[in-house]
């Protein structure tokens, strides 16, 4: 028994009274705590600007079935990428921060935390970077193209033919997001605010893009995206944790700086694109507890992955890339999990990431600071 | 021949050049400009706070297939309610509004407009209201239960059980969201930015909500958000133009005003319904060519829906109730259309409103102005 698990396994009789409620988070009074359980930062936010925008987007010719039987067929766009944004005030010739969120989840990842404090998007601003959250193609905001579910609904196409979404469940989250060996049981050391995890099955929808073919649309999507903002620091996380790198394959020059946190793979490029992605300052970033195993036979641990990215990085280290590792552990920073943007230290690790960028990203030379 | 129609045709030789491009948008191109196309206000946005939570929301036990297969079954969250708010720096005593979007499309209606411009989100904030910005049940941010889909696509269900998505096609939006008699002509006096439909198109989602069971689960989430806000002016439009009705007869104290754009209907309510909602302020608010054809059979003209709400407005008024409607057409304001608060004088008709909201619903007494 690991000391890890001598703490867990001590603050099982505390945890006993939470069992499924714990476990999935209330429904009941979880709901009307969400708004309550927000708080009021000290200080106003200044912005310069904020909205939304969509990147991409193509038209598809549709029948009336598969447009829901209202009227008769046509077109509609699919593949377009929603993107909302903040810019400061006092943030001019800062670069600009886009963060894409991972698997099952929406753009809300880095809003307000499931127990209220601010989230990454806010943080960012408020030390003068422009932030733009996009909604994956095929998610939230951004849509998808439901043609074959009508289709086979109708009978004229089969349902095998329709892409499966893809959930987590709420006992899953537990051991993959390592918040716990197992649901209900917290590390004793967790960072993630495990009282209002039922929040964050909320943020939760049907994933889709497990289907897309490859190239996955998100890729180009975000090096266009960083292309119009004429350059920006790209931050994926967990499935979209390899997407910045994606993107800089695409448009090297538009990538000032790569954030991958808790990324989901670091692909084995060839030569040739680790070549092109020396020439970009690359930041990865793993919590705590990765040897917990995902309690998803299918998916490896995060220690692979972690290792998988140490070896990228010596890769690129080797012929000259300025690509590094910040392992919050290896700093004395304990407990840190896989939604590491929520955990209750979350501004913490903002900090460490901003500094990276101030100090590593291909930011302006005026940039204020 | 109306003069519309005359001037609607004699701009067709000039619009013969846009044909396919007109009616759909580029898809080319038109991506690069959504970006550049957004403007910079003169002053900047002061909030107090910012962000985003969760309204309701119920557990689901789901198998391993319906969950998509990656993990055995367990529990997720349905039914919740994304919503975004922003509260202005400057709004202490100014009722909260609740703007809840139409069919086939999420918050996303509020924010910036397809050509750029300022949405009624940011307007009604810089107007010292707080805004809370939903998307529905169902769609966008908030997911959907995707159970039936995995269940059919594995042959577990009869694919004739999933819901429909409902989708508007580009071409029928023209004449049912009035922009134009037909796809590609505009009406003269339109004042929707047609130039950038293709932004609009990119805005739909697909719509399950037509199969969902009653009642809609929207209308308790939206009662209990007004609730835990200790009061709102409810905000609908087209599809949920009704919700704020709804909401209201779930919890009328908290229902400060409603605000009905373009709605879809005015349900034939019972004399005891009507009792409750003739204590609360109601404003209907429709725009210009009402008679024109939807192009969608199964859909009335808007100018018998305004009709059918003109009907929901004389029952109330006839027992002392506070309903009037907003007609601009009636003002000499020419050219409104269904998709108003993203036509050429959104803001001209948000003024409208918040002059009805300052006069008409039930503020606090020392709200700022």
Redesign the interface.
């Known amino acids: 028994m690991t000391r890890q698990q001598f703490l867990a396994w001590r603050m099982r009789p505390f945890l006993a009274g939470v069992s499924l409620a714990g ?3 209330t ?1 009941n009074g ?3 705590q ?5 708080q ?2 000290d200080t ?16 598809a010719d ?1 029948t009336e079935v ?12 699919v593949n ?1 990428m ?3 944004f ?2 400061p ?1 006092d943030g001019a010739g800062n670069v600009p921060v886009i963060m894409v969120h991972g698997a099952t989840l ?3 990842s880095w ?2 935390t499931p127990d ?1 404090r ?2 990454w998007d ?1 943080y960012f601003v408020r030390k003068r970077h422009p932030v733009y959250v996009p ?1 994956q193609v095929g998610r ?5 193209n ?1 043609a074959v ?2 289709d ?2 109708a ?1 004229l196409a089969p ?2 033919n ?1 892409a ?9 989250v537990w051991p ?1 997001f390592r918040f716990g060996a197992r649901a209900g049981d917290p590390f004793a050391d967790t960072q993630f605010p495990v009282a209002a995890i ?2 964050l ?7 889709i893009s ?1 289907g897309f073919p490859q190239p996955n649309p998100n890729w180009k999507a975000l090096a ?2 960083a292309g ?2 004429k350059g920006a620091v790209l931050m994926g996380h967990s499935q979209s944790g390899s997407f910045p790198l994606e993107a800089a394959l695409l448009n090297p020059t538009a990538a000032k700086g790569l954030v991958l946190v808790e990324p989901g793979r670091c692909p084995e490029y060839t030569a040739e694109q680790i070549k092109t992605l020396a020439t970009v300052p690359i930041l990865v970033v793993f919590g705590d507890h990765r040897d917990n195993p995902t ?5 490896p641990t995060w220690q692979q992955r972690f290792e998988m990215c140490q070896g990228m990085i010596g890769r690129l280290k080797a012929i000259g890339g300025r690509a590094e590792m910040l392992a919050p552990p290896d700093r004395g920073i304990r407990g840190n999990s896989h939604m590491i943007m929520q955990d209750k230290n979350n501004l913490q690790i903002a900090d460490l990431i901003l500094q990276w960028i101030e100090e590593k990203a291909r930011t302006s030379p005026g940039a204020k600071k």
């Open positions: 476990v999935l988070g429904a979880a709901e009307a969400a708004l309550k359980d927000v009021t930062p106003p936010l200044v912005l310069k600007a904020q909205g939304s925008f969509f990147v991409g987007g193509e038209k549709q598969e447009l829901g039987n209202l009227g008769p067929g046509g077109h509609i766009t377009q929603y993107v909302r903040m810019v005030q929406t753009g809300k809003e307000t209220g601010m989230g806010e909604d939230g905001r951004s849509g998808f439901q579910y009508n086979a609904r009978g349902a095998a329709q499966v979404w893809l959930r987590f469940s709420d006992e899953s993959n039922g929040e099955s909320k943020q939760a929808v049907p994933d497990f266009d995206l119009q903002l309690g998803l036979p299918a998916l």
